[in-house]
Structures are given as C-alpha cells and as structure tokens.
Nanobody, 120 residues
Framework: QVHLVESGGGLVQAGDSLRLSCVASGRAYHVGWFRQAPDKEREFVAGITSTGSQPFYADSVKGRYTISRDTAKNTIFLQMDNLKPEDTATYSC????????????????WGRGIQVTVSS
C-alpha cells in the first residue's frame, strides 16, 4: 500500500511559479503528476522513475515544468514556472509499479489532489 499526499497548491497570477510536493509512504514507485480541469479529462503532466533518473513531460508543459525526486525522503516535486490560466486544474500525484508515463490506467495509487488556480 502506498499513501500519497500533495501540497503546495494555491492561487497565483499568470507568469508566477508554484512548487507542488507529493510525499509518498511505503516503497518507492514510479510517480506521475496528472491534472484535471472542470469538464475536462484527467491528463498526464509529468512523470519520473522510482530512482529519479528519468523524467517525462507532456508537450503542454515542456520547458515550463520540472519534475524531480528526493529519494531519501520519497518526495516528488513539480516545479511549475511561467504559469498560464490554462494550467488551472486539480493536480494529483499517482504511483505505478510499471510506468511513469501517461497511461493513467497503469497507476495503482492516487493522492487526493490539490487545487492550482492561475488568474490572468
């Protein structure tokens, strides 16, 4: 069993930055960040391997978001820079035994999510 808790969300203005954290209990799994805006499908944002050696990004955030991992603390970070109003969503981290890419069906455990709101 893996328990995931997100923190760091909030309300910011366009162009600002936020850093989300995801603290994972239990063994280290691959982790992905997903987001879901109102009336939209949940979408993959970024993922990182269990060792932290390989990150992956959705095209929509490439160059603006950075995923990283503190393996000693089993904490995964999502640094979000140059935020845009279209980044507004509930962000969730999820753990998988087999992937850190975009197929959300392959993720076994999910955090409750945290709101990020970007005003224009």
């Amino acid at each position: 069993q893996v328990h995931l808790v997100e923190s760091g969300g909030g309300l910011v203005q366009a162009g600002d930055s936020l850093r989300l954290s995801c603290v994972a209990s239990g063994r280290a799994y691959h982790v992905g960040w997903f987001r879901q805006a109102p009336d939209k499908e949940r979408e993959f944002v970024a993922g990182i391997t269990s060792t932290g050696s390989q990150p992956f990004y959705a095209d929509s955030v490439k160059g603006r978001y950075t995923i990283s991992r503190d393996t000693a603390k089993n904490t995964i970070f999502l640094q979000m820079d140059n935020l845009k109003p279209e980044d507004t969503a509930t962000y969730s981290c999820a753990a998988s035994k087999v992937t850190c890419k975009g197929n959300r069906r392959l993720y076994d455990y999910w955090g409750r999510g945290i709101q990020v709101t970007v005003s224009s």
